[in-house]
Nanobody, 121 residues
Framework: VYFVESGGGSVQPGGSLRLSCVASGFDLDDFTVGWFRQVPGKEREGVSC????????YYADSVKGRFTISNDTTKNTMYLQMNSLKPEDTAVYSCAAARIGGTREAEYDYWGQGTQVTVSS
């Protein structure tokens, strides 16, 4: 059971990136999936989550209108489309899946390895 993350990198302010997480060994359609980010010296922050049971979504205020979470069940892959990126979006981004719940970080069972996103001019 694991995730494989990809899509991180360096981009200028205003640019876009799409993060991907391919799940192996479990079916994402049975989980709430989420994206988190962490900057060194700070606590991990929940960015967005998607509840597969009712397709409801949550976004942190800091990313509303700029980020979009999605889940392609045919590919067992989750995505985070990030547009209009800002320097303050710089962080290590991790995907995660929660079998039950998903509103709190502690409820997530499986985690990706993390990918660095750097927004800088």
């Amino acid at each position: 059971v694991y995730f494989v993350e990809s899509g991180g990198g360096s981009v200028q302010p205003g640019g876009s990136l799409r993060l991907s997480c391919v799940a192996s060994g479990f079916d994402l359609d049975d989980f709430t999936v989420g994206w988190f980010r962490q900057v060194p010296g700070k606590e991990r922050e929940g960015v967005s989550c998607f509840d597969s049971s009712d397709h409801s979504t949550y976004y942190a205020d800091s990313v509303k209108g700029r980020f979009t979470i999605s889940n392609d069940t045919t590919k067992n892959t989750m995505y985070l489309q990030m547009n209009s990126l800002k320097p303050e979006d710089t962080a290590v981004y991790s995907c995660a899946a929660a079998r039950i719940g998903g509103t709190r970080e502690a409820e997530y069972d499986y985690w990706g390895q993390g990918t660095q996103v750097t927004v800088s001019s």
